[in-house]
């Protein structure tokens, strides 16, 4: 092999015919520094490592929430309020089909013949509360807490933001974890 320069982008330098694989311009590495006569490398640490660099601090910044912006408020409001809408609807669904499927209906009707002593089977709870009478109950519930939940929000936001220019508004610390 010749001792020449055969790299076309090398401008200067002869090629190092190592085994370890060479930069083009890269800086030389210091020569490592052995041990000193005083200092005994302990087992299980090399000699000569630097010390990892101590942990910053946690950073801490300080907020004040002085306003609350209403319309903000009332999409949000609105949009969770819808939610637990459709939250109250299936649930009251489900507790009724399970209430069916386990017989409570059934039980019910027979403790209410036992006590009211009426062989003929005065009052039906079925009748009472069917599916669909449950359901549309539920669902003029949840719109009603749609339209009480989404108003209460957004007089809770004009509130605050009227209280929050004569205290200042809620401080909030954030740390850096």
Do not use: C
């Amino acid at each position: 092999m010749s001792s020449a320069n055969t790299n076309p982008r090398s401008s200067s330098g002869p090629v190092r015919t190592s085994g370890t694989p060479s930069r083009v311009n890269a800086p030389a590495r210091p020569p490592q520094r052995p041990a000193s006569a005083g200092q005994t490398a302990r087992p299980g640490q090399r000699p000569g490592l630097v010390k990892p660099a101590p942990k910053a601090k946690a950073r801490k910044a300080r907020l004040l929430v002085s306003k609350v912006d209403p319309w903000s408020v009332l999409k949000m409001s609105f949009l969770l309020s819808v939610a637990l809408g459709i939250v109250t609807v299936v649930a009251s669904f489900v507790i009724w089909t399970v209430l069916d499927l386990t017989g409570i209906f059934d039980g019910v009707n027979e403790l209410l013949r036992e006590i009211a002593g009426s062989e003929s089977g005065g009052f039906d709870l079925r009748q009472f509360a069917s599916l669909p009478q449950v359901l549309s109950f539920a669902t003029i519930i949840a719109v009603v807490n749609v339209v009480l939940l989404t108003a209460l929000a957004m007089l809770s936001a004009v509130l605050y933001n009227i209280s929050s220019t004569l205290v200042g508004g809620i401080g909030v610390t954030l740390t850096d974890d």
